[in-house]
């Protein structure tokens, strides 16, 4: 079930303002309550069936259940990434042949502790500051808390000329909101996840988009099987990575990905340059 929730031309440029200044812009009580639902019952499920235990490293959360590829495991995550207010905030960010980078759970189990300051792509060796590269929306299943490990944040730190060194610690904001409100942040932005402190299971999604010219976090055409990406709507299979940016990159022997999925694809930048000449010069 997708959120109906639309975003009106002023609010997206209000988002926008406020994500450019402060790395990052919170929609609050986006998502129905009953979404929200459908969406912790998925992940529950999906736990269980698979026998998915805590992530392995530090980084990760050795008290966090992380699920990757969540695309791949129910069809109640297809709607996540096409949800519309965020992913017109993420597009009018990046450009519209943006791509999801991964789509991963992350549940922080009491005890865990606050995650190492990072930002999520400082293994770039990009200059800073730098107009955003990727885009992380972090939907909140459960209410956010102090507590619970809400994500914390150093506001304006995308905007630093570099990233923070590795276990550094500077003072930190933790991202309260209710569940169903969603955050959306800027890659360069300082962050990490908190310490869970309360006796509760902290629920969240992270959905991260990155520019159609990079390479993504996960690899979503070849974790998700054929004939599950065959099933996606259409725009959820190009945000996986079934097209050609610009109508240059990404191409197999000229042709659109996309049509593996047997959908019509699109020309290539040289295809259409062509078709624009001939009929501008067509006679009249
Ligand atoms: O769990 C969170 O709140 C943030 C997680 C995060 O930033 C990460 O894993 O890169």
């Not at 500051?129 to 909140?140: C, F, G, Q, T």
């Not at 969603?182 to 999604?205: C, I, P, Q």
Request: charged share 20%; hydrophobic share 40%; proline share 6%.
């Amino acid at each position: 079930m997708l959120s109906q929730m639309t975003s009106t031309a002023e609010q997206l440029i209000e988002w926008k303002q406020r994500f450019d200044r402060d790395g990052y812009v919170v929609l609050e009580n986006l998502i129905a309550p009953e979404h929200i639902a459908q969406l912790k019952d998925a992940l529950l499920s999906v736990e269980e069936r698979h026998g998915f235990g805590y992530a392995k490293t530090s980084f990760e959360g050795l008290k966090t259940v992380r699920i990757n590829n969540l695309l791949a495991y129910d069809e109640a995550f297809w709607g996540v990434p096409l949800q519309p207010s965020v992913l017109a905030l993420a597009e009018s960010l990046l450009d519209r042949e943006l791509l999801l980078s991964s789509l991963c759970s992350l549940t922080l189990g009491p005890g865990q502790t606050a995650q190492p300051l990072h930002e999520d792509t400082q293994q770039l060796a990009l200059p800073r500051p730098r107009p955003p590269l990727a885009v992380n929306a972090i939907w909140a299943l459960s209410d956010f808390t102090e507590a619970n490990g809400a994500t914390r944040i150093v506001p304006g730190s995308h905007k630093l000329d570099h990233a923070p060194a590795y276990g550094t610690e500077v003072e930190t904001v933790a991202a309260t909101m209710p569940a169903g409100s969603v955050m959306l942040f800027d890659s360069a932005l300082w962050h990490k996840g908190g310490a869970n402190t309360s006796n509760e299971r902290r629920y969240a999604l992270s959905c991260y988009y990155c520019a159609g010219w990079m390479r993504q976090q996960e690899n979503l055409l070849l974790g998700i099987p054929r004939e599950t990406a065959a099933a996606f709507p259409r725009r959820l299979q190009e945000l996986c990575g079934y097209g050609i940016y610009k109508g240059q990159y990404g191409h197999i022997e000229n042709r659109d990905p996309i049509q593996l999925l047997g959908q019509q694809g699109r020309p290539t930048v040289w295809e259409a340059t062509d078709r624009k000449l001939q009929r501008r010069q067509a006679p009249r």
